[in-house]
């Protein structure tokens, strides 16, 4: 979705919110995943994804058009709050603000769905600093270009490449480190 589809159906959605819904389907499936790969529990990620979403409705009014910043980086940036917030109510259980292992609260079907490449992913990302996490969802599960990630993480555009590929660098080493016998970075 361009910038100009995006701004003028924010501009409708905050005359007649109905207009919300093209919105809503475009970045559901795209706020889940993040979420979902930050929080690795498909119930949590659900209810901060609606969160999300509440909150939009509830200010979608006070959404700046003049500064011309797209709609997701906003909605991107009230994920990682509230995941922040989440993860801050839950401190005593976790180390830092992400734990060192999957959530044991999790349902059988949950732990099923996910793979146990994902599950090592996760466990590996959740070992990461919170600024190499955050941009990595963001440009993989996310799919953001480096423009939006800036915004998102309020980060000079020119930093991001450079974060980007020390996250990257963390998250190789971490998890050669963890699981050796993998062949993810052993291709040729």
């Given at each position: 979705?361009?910038?100009?589809?995006?701004?003028?159906?924010?501009?409708?959605?905050?005359?007649?919110?109905?207009?919300?819904?093209?919105?809503?389907?475009?970045?559901?499936?795209?706020?889940?995943?993040?979420?979902?790969?930050r929080?690795?529990?498909?119930e949590?990620?659900?209810?901060?994804?609606?969160?999300?979403?509440?909150?939009?409705?509830?200010?979608?009014?006070?959404?700046?058009?003049?500064?011309?910043?797209?709609?997701?980086?906003?909605?991107?940036r009230?994920?990682?709050?509230?995941?922040?917030?989440?993860?801050?109510?839950?401190?005593?259980?976790?180390?830092?603000l992400?734990?060192?292992?999957?959530?044991?609260?999790s349902?059988?079907?949950?732990?099923?769905?996910?793979?146990?490449?994902?599950?090592?992913?996760?466990?590996?990302?959740?070992?990461?600093?919170?600024?190499?996490?955050?941009?990595?969802?963001?440009?993989?599960?996310?799919?953001?270009?480096?423009?939006?990630?800036a915004?998102?993480?309020?980060?000079?555009?020119?930093?991001?490449?450079?974060?980007?590929?020390?996250?990257?660098?963390?998250?190789?080493?971490?998890?050669?480190?963890?699981?050796?016998?993998?062949?993810?970075?052993?291709?040729?």
């Amino acid at each position: 979705m361009s910038l100009e589809e995006e701004l003028a159906l924010v501009a409708k959605a905050k005359k007649d919110i109905r207009s919300f819904d093209k919105l809503y389907e475009y970045y559901l499936p795209r706020i889940f995943a993040y979420c979902l790969n930050r929080l690795a529990n498909r119930e949590t990620a659900e209810d901060i994804t609606s969160q999300v979403f509440v909150g939009a409705v509830e200010g979608i009014k006070r959404f700046d058009l003049k500064k011309r910043n797209k709609f997701g980086t906003w909605l991107y940036r009230v994920a990682h709050n509230k995941i922040v917030d989440y993860y801050r109510k839950k401190k005593p259980k976790f180390f830092g603000l992400f734990g060192n292992e999957v959530e044991e609260d999790s349902d059988p079907d949950e732990k099923m769905d996910m793979s146990q490449r994902q599950k090592q992913i996760v466990i590996v990302l959740k070992k990461l600093k919170p600024r190499y996490q955050q941009i990595i969802s963001l440009r993989f599960y996310s799919e953001m270009k480096n423009e939006e990630i800036a915004q998102t993480m309020r980060m000079k555009k020119s930093n991001v490449a450079l974060v980007l590929h020390r996250a990257l660098r963390a998250f190789r080493s971490q998890y050669t480190k963890m699981h050796p016998e993998s062949e993810i970075f052993n291709l040729g």
